[in-house]
C-alpha cells in the first residue's frame, strides 16, 4: 500500500486562486456575450443578474483573490514571490472598471485577455526563479 501525503496548504490556496481566476474570465468573456446571448436566448449570469450585478461579483471575485493570497503570505503560508500572481487581478479589476465606459468587443477583449495570459506566463517563471 502506498504511502499518501497530506495536501500542502499551498495547493489549496493554488487551486482557490486558479478557480477564482477561471471564474473571473469566464464571466468577463459573459458580459462581452451578453447581446448575442440574449438573442439566442442562453442564460448565463449576466443576463440573469444583468451587467451592473455581474460586475460587482467580478469586483468581489478579484478583491477576494487579492486578500486571499495577501493573507496567506502575512499568514506565513506561502511565499512573498505570490504576489507577482497579483497583478493579473489588478488587470482584471481595471478591465471591470472601464468596461462600463468603453465598448469591449472581440478584438479587444482578445487582447486583453492575451495580455493577461503574458503577465501570468512571466509571472509564473519569476516565481520559479526566486524559488
Not at 41 to 63: A, C, E, H, Q
Request: hydrophobic share 55%; aromatic share 8%.
Amino acid at each position: 500500500m502506498a504511502d499518501h501525503q497530506a495536501i500542502q496548504p499551498a495547493t489549496i490556496i493554488l487551486f482557490t486562486y486558479l478557480f477564482l481566476g477561471v471564474l473571473s474570465s469566464e464571466l468577463l468573456w459573459d458580459i462581452r456575450d451578453m447581446a448575442g446571448d440574449n438573442e439566442n436566448k442562453i442564460r448565463t449570469i449576466p443576463i440573469i443578474l444583468g451587467r451592473s450585478r455581474t460586475n460587482k461579483i467580478l469586483l468581489m471575485i478579484n478583491w477576494l483573490a487579492i486578500s486571499l493570497v495577501i493573507g496567506c503570505i502575512g499568514l506565513g503560508l506561502i511565499d512573498l514571490a505570490w504576489a507577482s500572481f497579483l497583478v493579473n487581478n489588478i488587470a482584471s479589476i481595471l478591465w471591470v472598471s472601464f468596461m462600463r465606459t468603453i465598448h469591449i468587443d472581440r478584438k479587444l477583449s482578445h487582447q486583453l485577455l492575451g495580455i493577461q495570459i503574458s503577465i501570468l506566463i512571466v509571472m509564473g517563471f519569476v516565481f520559479k526563479i526566486i524559488n
